[in-house]
């Protein structure tokens, strides 16, 4: 059984960094393309970052773009999001998930097959 697990998340001023983990099981994701996206308090989730299984290309929404970085380790099966200058609007739990029959990454919500419970991200101003 697929499982993800987010970890990492917690409460930071702004402006600091926090790196985020997302580690599957149930089998080797190093064929799939993996995401991730955030959801605030009454707002629909958004997509974040995503990658391709290889870890060769990336793929950011504009708001993160040069302060958040993606990436992966297949001998870990764990895919990570690194935050740095966050901002109070990066507030929100923050969801992995993957797409189980591609390698290539999408910034579409209904294009991923699993996801995790989510982990939450403070940011004080």
């Known amino acids: 059984q697929v499982q993800l697990v987010e970890s990492g998340g917690g409460l930071v001023q702004a402006g600091g960094s926090l790196r985020l983990s997302c580690a599957a099981s149930?089998?080797?994701?190093?064929?799939?393309?993996m995401g991730w996206f955030r959801q605030a308090p009454g707002k629909d989730r958004e997509f974040v970052a995503a990658?391709?299984?290889?870890?060769?290309?990336?793929y950011y929404e504009d708001y993160v773009k040069g302060r958040f970085t993606i990436s992966r380790d297949n001998a870990k099966n764990t895919v990570y999001l690194q935050m740095n200058s966050l901002k109070p609007e990066d507030t929100a739990v923050y969801y992995c998930?993957?797409?189980?029959?591609?390698?290539?990454?999408?910034?579409?919500?209904?294009?991923?097959?699993?996801w995790g419970q989510g982990t939450q991200v403070t940011v004080s101003s």
């Open positions: 990658i391709t299984g290889s870890g060769g290309t990336t």
């Open positions: 998930a993957v797409r189980m029959r591609t390698t290539i990454g999408s910034t579409k919500m209904a294009d991923y097959d699993e």
């Open positions: 149930g089998r080797s994701f190093a064929y799939n393309a």
